[in-house]
């Protein structure tokens, strides 16, 4: 199929409620559900640029980010489709409850602008998540909210900067470095 021609509307009405399934089932927690989207689940976060692939990385995934944001929930902004894809941008909520990797927990509430890619091979089948957002957005909404003043809170901003700080420095997955630009003759 050219990139410039869409599925016929069927496609994109079958595409779209499974997207719209898989945030739902995200949100309720169902990891058994959310994965039966998927094939052979698949998820690029770009901002980390960190890959999670196959059932149990991507449950750990989902584990690690609930145990941060318990409450974890989105808004809507926008879903648009292309020839391969259905891409929703969203608001990504949740309060921060838990420890995000080495970063610990501040009580604190964010709400982010996010993308999101849902990717689709020839057979339609959802073979990646992709999600664009910026992760100083996160992370100045998590520790904006601590009191300065408060020796605890400044203890928490320490153990979180030290925390983020050493998240950053980790190696990007090799599968997202390794990109070839698109044919465009056509």
Not at 40 to 46: A, K, N, T, V
Not at 48 to 67: A, K, N
Not at 123 to 133: A, S
């Amino acid at each position: 199929m050219s990139r410039f021609t869409l599925p016929p509307e069927d496609v994109l009405r079958a595409r779209e409620k499974l997207v719209l399934d898989h945030f739902r089932d995200e949100v309720r927690q169902d990891w058994d559900a959310t994965l039966s989207t998927f094939p052979h689940p698949h998820y690029e976060l770009i901002a980390q640029m960190l890959v999670h692939d196959g059932d149990s990385d991507v449950r750990d995934y989902y584990d690690d980010t609930r145990v941060a944001f318990p409450d974890q929930d989105h808004e809507l902004i926008a879903l648009r489709h292309s020839h391969d894809a259905v891409i929703v941008e969203f608001w990504l909520l949740g309060t921060h409850n838990g420890p995000l990797g080495k970063i610990p927990p501040t009580g604190g509430r964010h709400r982010t602008r996010m993308t999101a890619y849902f990717v689709f091979d020839e057979n339609e089948n959802l073979v990646t998540e992709r999600v664009y957002f910026d992760q100083l957005t996160i992370l100045k909404q998590l520790v904006g909210g601590l009191d300065k003043r408060k020796p605890g809170d400044l203890l928490t901003l320490a153990k979180a900067v030290k925390g983020a700080l050493s998240m950053a420095g980790s190696e990007p997955d090799p599968r997202l470095l390794d990109t070839t630009e698109p044919d465009l003759t056509d």
